[in-house]
């Protein structure tokens, strides 16, 4: 039987100290969210007069209904197509040993290095040219670009560190390239895979500049931008806002407690891979 020792007591007081440090943001959203119009208590303090109004203002206000569907629309879009093409390209990088391997898997490092605020026009030039300005569509072509690097680097890696008999014990019992890499390949690819998916979906989740720039007074916007409409020059309605934001984190919320084991064994297995 383990003692409890002057160690563990010690240890115990730090956890529930950092503990105590990452819930004081969540509590003070949700005190903020609670508060009436015009309440100007100090955001430690508790709401004088609690209520749940603000969250169905905030729904109605900005439309928070479709802005979720659209954030959905474009994250799952976004990550899927990420998801596919990223495995799918570092596939050959990570197991061809020819020079054009390398210099193409150099090419697609240097999209880690450029930041891409340089390409903000010219894209913005080409999604208007294209008629896709106020469509989703345009949102899943740019953050399917922007990840690619990033993603294909961390599937690089990782195939590089996988045992290549798996697919060779494949391609002796008759798979095609193809085939063993989409039944035998790309399952062992799950730890990775799931680190990916996180990181993407995190990202083009919370994007703000993005969405504002190419979906701008289409009416079709995503969580950020559509918070965005309660703060003004004069005028900011932060109840609302801060309402606003707890609905807008509450997909990404359930969709983690419901898949909380293979979200940590995924990140955890891919960053050790």
Not at 208 to 216: D, K, M, N, V, W
Request: glycine share 10%; aromatic share 12%; proline share 6%.
């Amino acid at each position: 039987m383990n003692r409890y020792t002057w160690r563990t007591g010690i240890l115990e007081a730090v956890m529930i100290v950092v503990a105590l440090l990452f819930a004081f943001p969540i509590y003070v959203l949700v005190s903020m969210a609670l508060r009436t119009e015009g309440d100007d208590a100090s955001p430690i303090a508790l709401p004088s007069h609690p209520t749940l109004h603000n969250f169905g203002d905030a729904w109605q206000q900005a439309g928070l209904g479709a802005a979720i569907g659209n954030s959905l629309l474009v994250t799952v879009g976004s990550v899927v197509l990420i998801v596919g093409l990223a495995a799918a390209g570092a596939y050959p990088l990570a197991r061809s040993t020819r020079h054009w391997s390398r210099g193409l898997f150099a090419l697609f490092m240097l999209g880690l290095l450029l930041p891409f605020q340089l390409a903000l026009i010219p894209l913005y030039q080409t999604m208007r040219d294209l008629n896709l300005l106020g469509n989703p569509l345009a949102l899943i072509i740019f953050y399917t670009g922007l990840q690619l690097p990033f993603s294909i680097f961390m599937y690089t890696g990782f195939l590089r560190s996988l045992d290549p008999g798996y697919e060779e014990a494949a391609l002796m019992d008759g798979c095609g390239p193809v085939r063993a890499f989409t039944r035998v390949v790309f399952p062992l690819m799950r730890p990775i895979t799931g680190t990916v998916v996180i990181l993407n979906v995190i990202f083009v989740w919370n994007d703000f500049l993005t969405p504002l720039l190419y979906l701008s007074g289409s009416g079709r916007q995503t969580i950020p931008v559509a918070l965005f409409g309660f703060v003004g020059q004069y005028v900011s309605q932060w109840p609302m806002v801060f309402a606003g934001l707890i609905i807008g984190i509450l997909p990404v919320l359930i969709a983690y407690f419901l898949m909380q084991k293979r979200i940590i064994q995924g990140f955890a297995g891919g960053l050790k891979g």
